[in-house]
């Protein structure tokens, strides 16, 4: 038994790091990458999981880290790129599946693109709800366009989310500081007898 082609799949996902987001060129500025934002969706996704209810972690997981991994061969396009570009995204993870010990995950993403089931719903409500989340981060930093995208976010929550779960979640995230983790968890909070 041979390791080739999982070996090879391993150094493809690691080229997930050096694969920008579609949007960074509207940007201009450092955002997520693929390999960055692939492990947020999976996190969320399983948040969003718990405060459902009734879901198979196992499947979600699975979902999460291969939503995008056919974007290790088709790029991360951005809403205006996918205007004028149609990826074979179903040829992309073929290619990247066949012949390593995770060929199965094919059958995953089809579950996952098919959008029946509530984990494939809850995945996709992630990979939305993780843009929110970059987008309150780069506010944060100062950066002015994503606060004219809100009206395309509005648009995400009203007609893209799939779970109450998620609608719930992206309310909060409007007012959501993203200091607020490491401002209540400094040592000057924790430890008040700490520079003394």
């Known amino acids: 038994m041979s390791y080739k082609r999982d070996i090879e799949f391993l150094f493809e996902l690691g ?17 997520a990458n693929d390999m960055e934002h692939t492990l947020r969706v999976l996190w969320l996704a ?16 699975k979902m999460a880290l291969t939503h995008d991994l ?7 396009h951005s809403y205006i790129q996918k205007v004028y570009v149609k990826a074979d ?13 995770l060929e199965d995950f094919e059958q995953i993403q089809e579950l996952y693109e098919a959008r029946e089931s509530i984990e494939a ?11 929110e989340l970059e987008i309150k981060e780069l506010i944060e930093r100062g950066h002015q366009l994503p606060k004219r995208w809100q009206v395309f976010r509005q648009m995400i929550h009203d007609e893209k989310l799939h779970t109450d ?16 983790w490491h401002m209540s968890a ?11």
Request: negative net charge; proline residues 2%; glycine residues 6%.
């Open 15 to 31: 080229s997930l790091r050096n694969m920008d987001r579609g949007w960074k060129q509207h940007l201009g500025v450092d955002c």
């Open 46 to 61: 399983l948040i969003l999981a718990r405060k459902h209810g009734g879901c198979d972690e196992n499947l979600i997981m």
């Open 70 to 76: 056919c974007e290790t061969r088709v790029s991360d």
């Open 89 to 101: 995204e179903d040829k992309a993870l073929n290619d990247t599946l066949t012949g390593t010990s």
């Open 121 to 131: 719903k809850i995945v996709k409500d992630a990979d939305n709800l993780d843009v």
């Open 165 to 180: 779960v998620a609608k719930a979640f992206w309310k909060e995230v409007q007012d959501a500081d993203p200091a607020d």
């Open 186 to 196: 400094n040592k000057w909070v924790k430890m008040p007898e700490a520079g003394q």
